[in-house]
């Protein structure tokens, strides 16, 4: 766990910052973007496949990023992203239910739209280290030993998010989100 401890760290100091950028240009479609990736959350994890879920999710942790327009910030991200993405895809899906995973991201827009970058900033931050919680709580539940995640030049391959391919898609049983 220590090793996906650092990525989400790093995954919430590049979350914080993006949405602490966004909060503080709060531009009305940059929010509408987001909340419309929110509302694809229902029928992603209706879909019977619990990577269609990942999929919506990483979708709106890919867009906090890119509608900074911060080249940089997202070159960053970009290079973190095969180990984000393989961390992200299971603990997104170790979410209690449908409705506490839309709530902690509605939480993070909301704020942006607010104009209150401190508070974007700690919302999303939050959700990050709330989902580190939830990974380690699926890992005792899962993976007893704990994620034994291969992080190496071939993960950028294996995790890619876009190649929804089934071939392409992560080996790990992940559970199915309750929508009650």
Known sequence: MRTSSRIYDVRAGLEGRAARLLARTHRSKDVAALRGLIARFPEAADSGDPHDFWYADLDFHTALIELTRNSLLLELFNRAVPALRALISLGEHAYSSLETTTAEHKEVVDAIAS????????????????????????????????????????????????DKTPARRAAVPLPVLRTA
Do not use: C, F, N, T
Request: aromatic letters at 8%.
């Open 115 to 162: 104009g209150d970058e401190d508070l974007a900033a700690r919302s999303a931050e939050r959700h990050v280290e709330q989902g580190l919680k939830y990974l380690a709580e699926w890992s005792i539940d899962y993976m007893p030993s704990g994620p034994k995640l291969r992080l190496g030049s071939d993960s950028a391959r294996s995790w890619d998010a876009r």
